[in-house]
């Protein structure tokens, strides 16, 4: 295995350094003492749409416009996940709400760029490809009923002429109430479990979603996740994701799956990144209060790093298989819930050796305690990481 990072990627995570350093962090700090997401109008993202964020990575039909290096890293077809990757953990150093909240596509991309028909691509990816405003789209699988059983979903989706007709709730969507659109789950029929979902394009402004209502959250302040309704409603029948030919392959499921499946490790570099900043925050409180001369103090903070380490290299072994299109689900399981862990440990030493000082809501350890907690819970948990890595090991199916 080879980690090593061309100039350019290299060039690219110091640009993201400095951009966390500037501007991140002070939006992420913002939002959270504010208690509410960043704004869709706020300058920070009309600046990252001028620099040419928030572009797709489908360049698309015509050669026009260059896709944005960042999300897909820019190291050539070989470094693209591992690129994304420790972009991903830079900027979640800086933090982790700010880079949910970034324009763009997000989750949903992977669903569409490996089912989507070419003419769901230009529609729903081809207006990302220069946007000239901040945009963002959705994935909604989750229910107030069904999280970790995804299996389980009760939105239903009923053919009607040329249309689908949805009725259902969702909760917890990332960017839902700001998204062009929302790629939604929903069940053909509840009781034949996963054979039956499908994933359809939900256009904003479509009769009959609403009832946004954006969630209180104890982290990751600075992106809303929002629950909605969908009341009868009606979407065209080339909203369905991958078309009619997709639809008799019964492959909406699988689909889904694949996208948390390739979402993990970012996830988990992104854990490792708020690790790396309470590690950091950690340090700096013990050398300004005279305790590295403690070896308790030194043994756990260089446990802290150790761990947080191992877990980065578990990502990018996740990503570099990735990036061979060689089957990575066990490893990206693995990242997930070993960078989860380690970096909620690493949050924890802070909040511990600042001691009351860490209590007081004042302290940036504090923040990162609180938003570490969502790694483990988001794109499956980590008991469900550990049961796909069992069923592995034992030869069950995934
Ligand atoms: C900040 C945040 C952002 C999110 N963003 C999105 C989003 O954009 N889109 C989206 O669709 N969803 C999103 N979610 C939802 C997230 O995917 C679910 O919260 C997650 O799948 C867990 O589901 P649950 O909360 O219903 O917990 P449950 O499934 O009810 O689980 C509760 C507990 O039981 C454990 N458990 C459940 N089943 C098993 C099992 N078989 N074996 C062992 N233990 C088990 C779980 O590990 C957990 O500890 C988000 C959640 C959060 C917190």
Redesign the pocket.
């Known amino acids: 295995m080879d980690f090593c990072i061309d100039d350019r990627l290299e060039s690219l995570i110091e640009r993201t350094r400095a951009l966390g350093l500037a501007e991140a962090r002070p939006a992420g700090l913002e939002a959270d003492r504010l208690g509410r997401p960043i704004p869709v109008d706020h300058p920070y993202f009309a600046r990252l749409v001028a620099r040419g964020e928030g572009r797709t990575s489908w360049r698309g039909r015509s050669p026009a416009a260059p896709a944005r290096p960042a999300r897909s890293g820019s190291g050539g077809t070989s470094q693209r996940t591992i690129g994304a990757l420790l972009y991903v953990e830079e900027l979640a150093y800086w933090d982790r709400g700010v880079v949910v909240a970034t324009p763009g596509v997000g989750?949903p991309e992977a669903s569409v760029l490996s089912a989507g028909t070419e003419e769901q691509k230009e529609r729903f990816l081809g207006p990302f490809r220069e946007p000239q405003r901040p945009m963002w789209a959705?994935?909604?699988?989750?229910e107030p009923g069904?999280?970790?059983?995804a299996a389980a979903i009760r939105t239903h989706a009923r053919r009607d002429g040329k249309h689908w007709i949805l009725n259902g709730a969702?909760c917890?969507?990332?960017n839902a109430s700001r998204a062009e659109w929302i790629l939604v789950q929903a069940t053909l029929d509840p009781s034949q479990g996963r054979a039956a979902q499908r994933s359809f394009f939900v256009e904003r402004d479509t009769p009959g979603l609403g009832g946004f209502r954006i969630e209180q959250?104890m982290g990751?302040k600075a992106y809303e996740?929002t629950s909605f309704t969908l009341e009868d409603c009606r979407v065209p029948a080339d909203n369905l994701l991958g078309g009619e030919e997709r639809y008799e392959r019964r492959a909406g499921f699988e689909t889904a799956m694949q996208t948390f499946n390739a979402g993990r490790p970012i996830v988990a570099a992104s854990a490792v990144g708020i690790g790396r900043a309470a590690l950091d925050e950690a340090l700096a409180f013990a050398r300004a209060h005279d305790r590295l001369g403690d070896v308790r103090v030194r043994d756990r903070l260089e446990r802290a790093a150790r761990r947080l380490r191992m877990a980065r290299l578990l990502c990018l072994r996740a990503g570099w298989l990735a990036d061979r299109r060689a089957a990575n689900i066990v490893e990206a399981s693995m990242c997930k819930a070993v960078a989860a862990e380690v970096a909620l440990d690493a949050t924890s030493l802070g909040m511990e050796l600042l001691g009351t000082i860490g209590c007081r809501g004042d302290q940036l350890i504090e923040k990162l305690y609180r938003d570490v907690k969502?790694m483990d819970?988001?794109?499956?948990?980590?008991?469900?990481q550990r049961?796909i890595m069992a069923r592995k090991l034992v030869g069950l199916p995934h």
């Open positions: 989750l959705s994935l909604a699988m989750t069904a999280g970790s059983d969702k917890f969507i990332g959250k990751l996740s969502a819970i988001v794109e499956g948990t980590g008991q469900i049961v």
